[in-house]
């Protein structure tokens, strides 16, 4: 009998702590998925955020780091610069990589580091109870604006593609989503290039991917994903932003 599908080789078959509906599974499947297709599971070395994905070293199956917060590109640095071979990446949230690690991700991107930074971003604070993040959406409602985002007082979301692709140093930046079937394909396609970056050394690469928090966002799963389309796509469009691999070929 022809096999048609087996189990993700770069995941580990455990249980994991995410809540339900919550699309963090989905992402990693993906990330699993991509190092299986290009081969590199005994090559790849990931960091690990503070942050919903804080357990992440225990659903890969590959080398895993444990990153103090916001630090990941700093430690990511360090692990690429000293093992040019390895494919590396960071996973992180947007408390994580667009609050207290912002300066970190910036001085990667432009610096040029060679590996691949995935942000995910929700829009909220997950682990710590629902608190408004940097990319909190105007009005949105959270523990820490009860009345909706202020942004005469608390400031505008924060784009994080847009900031990293104007930097020099940055090679391919896209944003994606995990909202639909045709979302998670196009998600796929763009984490397997920038891992294909990674493992030919081809500069830093930063995939923005729009994910769910159903249980901060008090919303079913379903709604949820409705609301990430109707809210976060239009502020947050989807599409790359950068790609040098096109000039150069």
């Known amino acids: 009998m022809k096999i048609i599908y087996e189990p993700t080789k770069s995941l580990l078959d455990v249980p994991t702590h995410y809540c339900p509906g919550c699309t963090h599974g989905v ?3 993906l990330i699993g998925e991509v190092i299986d297709e290009l081969d590199i599971l005994k090559v790849t070395i990931g960091v690990a955020p503070v942050g919903c994905s804080v357990l992440a070293y225990n659903y890969f199956a590959c080398d895993m780091f444990e990153a103090a917060h916001g630090r990941a590109p700093a430690i990511a640095t360090g692990i ?3 093992n040019p071979d390895k494919v590396v990446f960071t996973y992180q949230g947007d408390g994580d990589l667009a609050a207290i690690g ?3 991700i910036i001085h990667a991107a432009n610096r040029g580091e060679k590996f691949v930074s995935i942000f995910v971003n929700n829009c909220i604070y997950g682990m710590t109870g629902g608190q408004m993040a ?3 959406l ?3 409602v959270t523990e820490t604006c009860p009345n909706g985002r202020n942004t005469e007082l608390e400031g505008h979301p924060i784009r994080m593609t847009e900031i990293i692709a104007t930097l020099e140093g940055s090679y391919y930046v896209e944003r994606v989503s995990v909202n639909n079937i045709s979302n998670i394909t196009k998600a796929k396609k763009a984490l397997k290039k920038a891992f294909a970056n990674a493992l030919n050394n081809k500069g830093f690469s930063f995939i923005e991917v729009l994910s769910i928090c159903p249980t901060n966002w008090g919303l079913t799963p379903k709604d949820s994903l409705k609301w990430l389309e109707d ?3 239009p502020y947050y469009p989807l599409g790359v932003k950068k790609d040098l691999s096109k000039e150069e070929s």
Do not use: D, V
Request: hydrophobic share 20%; no cysteine; net charge positive.
């Open 231 to 233: 809210n976060m796509i």
């Open 27 to 29: 992402i990693h499947k």
């Open 138 to 140: 105007s009005g949105q």
């Open 102 to 104: 912002i300066g970190e």
């Open 80 to 82: 690429k610069r000293s």
């Open 134 to 136: 940097p990319t909190t």
